[in-house]
Every structure is written in C-alpha cells, then in structure tokens.
C-alpha cells in the first residue's frame, strides 16, 4: 500500500480506496505524489461537493442534503461509503448541532483533522459553508489539501 502524510493522519491507497491510519505501507511518498495515483473519474459526482468544502470550514449533512436534494441521513449513508476519506473530505461534514458526527477513521481522527485545518474553535466546529459543485476537479484536490 501506497502511503502519504496528511497532517495527523497516514492516508493509504490500495489503488481503489484509501484508508486512514492503514496498518503497513509498502511505500512513502508526498502527498502531491500521492495525489496523482489516483483516478478521480470514477468517483460517485455527489462526493464532489465535499471539494468545495474549504479547509478550515465545515457543512453540515442538512445543508449537504439541500444541495443534493436529498435527506441527510442519505448525505451519512454516501459519505460512509465515500472510497476517498481525507482525499475527498468527508470529514468537513457534521451534524446540524455542530457535535462531529461519525467518520470512517473514528470521531478521535475527525476532530484531529478539523483541528489541524482550522475548522475548530475549541471542540467544536464554528465555520460554516454550504458545499458547491467546483469547476477543476485536479486543483480543487490540491487546494482542499493546502497543496495549491
């Protein structure tokens, strides 16, 4: 498995799926390296809209749900089965009340990650976007990472 730092995680890519904190590594490589292994076109469009989430910002599944026209429990239901975590940041979404909600990699490694990218005052988040469809799918990837 191929694997990247990202802040207070290790993201591996098995070559259809990353994983948060994997247990072996085959491979090191940085995270703009990592970034080009993987092929975003086969990605459910719906997920998409957690690129236009910024870093250092939140949605909630409410909100994410009004944009897809959809329910927010179907926004938990896509975001659990998101075959990208951290990549495509599913980790940027949180419940209406603000408390974090589940995450793939534990709630300990989602409110590590929203600290690391700013989104945090304190325990909770406390800056809110809608998400948006993004134009460039390659240079929204390196931005939501801090890489552009």
């Not at 927010?72 to 089965?81: E, F, I, K, S």
């Amino acid at each position: 498995m191929i694997c990247s730092q990202y802040g207070p995680v290790v993201v591996g890519w098995d070559g259809s799926k990353t994983f948060v904190n994997p247990s072996r590594c085959s491979k090191r490589v940085g995270l703009a390296e990592f970034l080009e292994l993987i092929n975003i076109d086969e990605i459910d469009k719906r997920l998409l809209y957690l690129l236009g989430i910024p870093r250092g910002y939140v949605t909630t599944y409410k909100l994410y749900a009004e944009v897809l026209g959809t329910s927010p429990r179907h926004v938990g239901w896509l975001m659990a089965r998101n075959p990208l975590p951290v990549i495509l940041p599913c980790h940027r979404v949180v419940k209406s009340d603000f408390s974090l909600g589940g995450y793939t990699g534990g709630v300990e490694v989602k409110k590590k990650l929203l600290a690391y990218e700013g989104a945090l005052c304190g325990d909770r988040p406390c800056r809110v976007v809608r998400p948006r469809m993004i134009d460039d799918v390659r240079d929204a990837l390196f931005k939501s990472l801090g890489l552009a």
